[in-house]
T-cell receptor, first 110, second 119 residues
Framework: RKEVEQDPGPFNVPEGATVAFNCTYS??????FFWYRQDCRKEPKLLMS???SGNEDGRFTAQLNRASQYISLLIRDSKLSDSATYLC???????????FGAGTTVTVRA | GAGVSQSPSNKVTEKGKDVELRCDPI?????LYWYRQSLGQGLEFLIY????????KSGLPSDRFSAERTGGSVSTLTIQRTQQEDSAVYLC?????????????????FGEGSRLTVL
């Protein structure tokens, strides 16, 4: 079983719509969670960390469900510039490497 | 620039040739990572350096792969006798601390990658 699994999508949504997707992780000891964004043929960049109580950063909301071992990302009022692949990233204590999912592709159309 | 720099950005080689990929991390970052990304796949961890030491090389796919880091800065990833399945984008990342966590934002700073194509 992969450490981090994501629905690859693509999610095709109109501008202004809300889109949400999940990611599941296999290691119950995981403690740190992140969403990275990767534009086409570009390097991944940190979008936001995910905290236990859930957190918002502008139009982006991330939530963590430890019991079911998944995290989610919700994008409100989608912009064309939100088109990208969103990578779910997980870290376990005392492990120096981040485990990356394969990504969920979001395409926002005019 | 101030970011992670990788070279070459693109490399096309013939099967059986050796290739060397270079990474110049952000100045002062002690941790350096190599990941590999194949088309439509997630990032596959290869190796991690803390300073010049590589505590874990278990991610390297085979003994044809090796990496070193000198002076706590530049790192090179060498692939010997390349095979077609080695074709991928090789990403280098650095971070200031020992372990990415929510406490230190968990941010790895990636270079733009070296796209390797083995014919």
């Amino acid at each position: 079983r992969k450490e981090v699994e994501q629905d690859p999508g693509p999610f095709n949504v109109p501008e202004g719509a809300t889109v949400a997707f999940n990611c599941t992780y296999s290691n119950s000891a995981s403690q740190s969670f992140f969403w990275y964004r990767q534009d086409c043929r570009k390097e991944p960049k940190l979008l936001m960390s995910v905290y236990s109580s859930g957190n918002e950063d502008g139009r982006f909301t991330a939530q963590l469900n430890r019991a079911s071992q998944y995290i989610s990302l919700l994008i409100r009022d989608s912009k064309l510039s939100d088109s990208a692949t969103y990578l779910c990233v997980v870290n376990i204590p005392d492990d120096y490497k981040l485990s990356f999912g394969a990504g969920t592709t979001v395409t926002v159309r005019a | 620039g101030a970011g992670v720099s990788q070279s070459p950005s693109n490399k096309v080689t013939e099967k059986g040739k050796d290739v060397e990929l270079r990474c110049d991390p952000i100045s002062g970052h002690t941790a350096l990572y190599w990941y590999r990304q194949s088309l439509g796949q997630g990032l596959e961890f290869l190796i991690y350096f803390q300073g010049n030491s590589a505590p874990d090389k278990s991610g390297l796919p085979s003994d044809r792969f090796s990496a070193e880091r000198t002076g706590g800065s530049v790192s090179t990833l060498t692939i010997q006798r390349t095979q077609q399945e080695d074709s991928a984008v090789y990403l280098c990342a650095s971070s200031p601390g020992r372990q990415p966590s929510s406490a230190n934002t968990g941010e790895l700073f990636f270079g733009e990658g070296s796209r390797l194509t083995v014919l």
